[in-house]
């Protein structure tokens, strides 16, 4: 899978494409490892591209949280379709991923 | 002479593997050596059985009248340019009378065992000979087909291992009907279940104790954390409520999950048969319903599930009564429905029957799951309270598919 990502300098918006699926997961999940250790750790993943998400791809945004806030920075989605939103509320991971509307919305406070 | 492990290896596949696996290397090879005929046969110790082929009957001979029983004595390519000339075989049926085979060669395929079991072959029926390259490209068709053997053959071991982890029978307590099934998207995954009974830890008595965890992901890699997920929830729920159990299996757990980006969704639920009190801990499951003739409601709970992060993970409490019907299931099944609880309610009520049985109920959701082409894996449990009366006839046992 190719996604998009533009550095803000003060944050990075990633925007994956398609379906966010075991075969994209680890991707995305890789260049988010390795965006943190490079000192970006205020992430946004932007969603509005992704009209599926299955666990795999909820696994590498769960895990990219984590990673993200030992770095004292966080991984905020943005823009999530009815699936998304679906998933992330049944699996109750919308309480530490909570979508917000847009990517603006999303860096409020940053 | 008893037949030897590689015979036992071949007489089990060719009794128990289903022959379109191979197939595509038997076309791949009479294809490749433009050959009007291409078989791979299993040696077993007195036939031998042509699983696949092309322009060749498929069935059993005798092993005495085939070319392959000779290919496995040897580790490498056996090629007769004309069978007729070689004293081993010009006597054969095949040789003498239709198809009057003359040209013939073989590599011989390895089990798990390692030992050869089989021969992946051509035939002609005019004499020829292969040239180098051609040798080289029968030997690797034969490697690919020997590692395809025994991928699978792993494959299908992990899912029978996976299936055996699953409860056996009825737990050992009155005044419960259960019946669980787990249908894997492929040979093993990520769902389980598991029930037991315990002791309360606070009130005394009998508790029955069910489990229903969904790993992410699928197959082979996701059920290595299905069954780590299952033993720690099992070593630890004897010794204490709910909520501390699921704290305890993320304490130990948490950091295989995490370093595999990874989580497990999970239900537990504690029961008392005589009371109904319904103890439950949904770590991010979500899917565990109550049906009733006139009532249908969710427990569920707003934790994560168990995987990098952690959470304060605690019990609530309910109560099923007699003529209510506790189902759990996995997303497989919710997925089918297109993730809607309306349209599950409403396919809950089909199998909302009192007289229906939890088997019945659980092999009638998980069929119509697969009928719907549920691409994940499906699980689905059912429970209800029976009367005391019936509770010595009505043992229901784990069946799975």
Request: charged content about 25%.
């Amino acid at each position: 899978m190719s996604f998009e990502e533009v550095d803000k300098d003060t944050y990075v918006v990633l925007a994956p494409e398609g379906k966010f699926n075991m075969v994209a997961a680890p991707t995305l999940k890789t260049r988010i490892d390795d965006l943190v250790a490079a000192g970006k750790a205020r992430l946004v993943v932007d969603l509005h591209k992704v009209d599926f998400i299955d666990s795999s791809g909820l696994g590498a945004l769960v895990a990219g949280t984590k990673v993200a806030r030992k770095q004292g920075g966080d991984l905020r989605v943005a823009a999530a379709g009815d699936q998304v939103r679906a998933v992330l509320k049944l699996t109750n991971l919308d309480r530490i991923l909570a979508p917000y509307a847009t990517v603006e919305e999303a860096l409020h406070d940053w | 002479m008893p037949p030897n492990t590689g015979q036992q290896e071949a007489n089990a596949i060719a009794k128990s593997v289903p022959a379109e696996r191979y197939d595509r290397f038997v076309r791949l090879a009479q294809a490749l050596f433009g050959a009007p005929m291409a078989a791979l046969n299993l040696i077993g110790n007195d036939k031998q059985f042509t699983v696949s082929s092309v322009g060749f009957p498929k069935g059993e001979i005798p092993v005495e009248d085939s070319v392959c029983h000779v290919t496995v004595l040897e580790d490498q390519i056996l090629e007769v340019r004309d069978l007729r000339e070689d004293n081993r075989f010009a006597a054969i049926p095949a040789v003498v009378d239709a198809p009057r085979l003359r040209f013939y060669a073989g590599v011989p395929v390895r089990g798990q065992s390692g030992q050869n079991i089989g021969a992946l072959c051509i035939l002609d029926l005019a004499p020829r000979t292969l040239g180098p390259q051609q040798r080289q490209l029968l030997g690797d068709l034969g490697a690919l087909l020997e590692y395809e053997l025994t991928v699978q053959k792993e494959m299908d071991l992990v899912g029978q291992v996976q299936q055996l982890m699953l409860p056996a029978s009825a737990p050992d307590i009155d005044g419960i009907e259960i019946a669980g099934r787990l249908h894997p998207a492929k040979e093993a995954g990520g769902d389980y279940f598991d029930w037991m009974v315990v002791d309360d830890p606070a009130n005394g008595g009998k508790r029955l104790q069910v489990v229903l965890g969904d790993v992410m992901g699928k197959g082979l890699s996701a059920s290595l954390f299905a069954s780590e997920a299952r033993a720690v929830m099992r070593g630890h729920a004897p010794f204490t409520d709910i909520g501390e159990a699921v704290a305890r299996t993320f304490a130990t757990t948490g950091r295989d999950f995490e370093a595999n980006d990874r989580f497990s969704t999970l239900w537990v639920g504690r029961m008392d048969p005589i009371t109904g009190t319904l103890d439950y801990v949904d770590a991010g499951h979500g899917l565990a319903i109550i049906v009733s003739k006139d009532r249908y409601r969710r427990l569920d709970q707003d934790y994560l599930p168990i995987g990098p992060l952690e959470d304060t993970w605690s019990m609530a409490s309910d109560f099923l009564a007699e003529d209510e019907l506790l189902i759990i299931m996995s997303d497989g099944l919710f997925d089918v429905v297109d993730d809607s609880f309306g349209e599950l309610e409403a396919r809950l009520r089909l199998v909302y029957d009192l007289k229906m049985s939890c088997r019945r109920i659980v092999d009638t959701l998980v069929t119509f799951a697969i009928s719907q082409g549920a691409t994940d894996d499906v699980t689905v449990l059912a429970i209800r309270r029976i009367a005391e009366l019936d509770a010595t006839t009505q043992g229901s046992a784990a069946g799975t598919t």
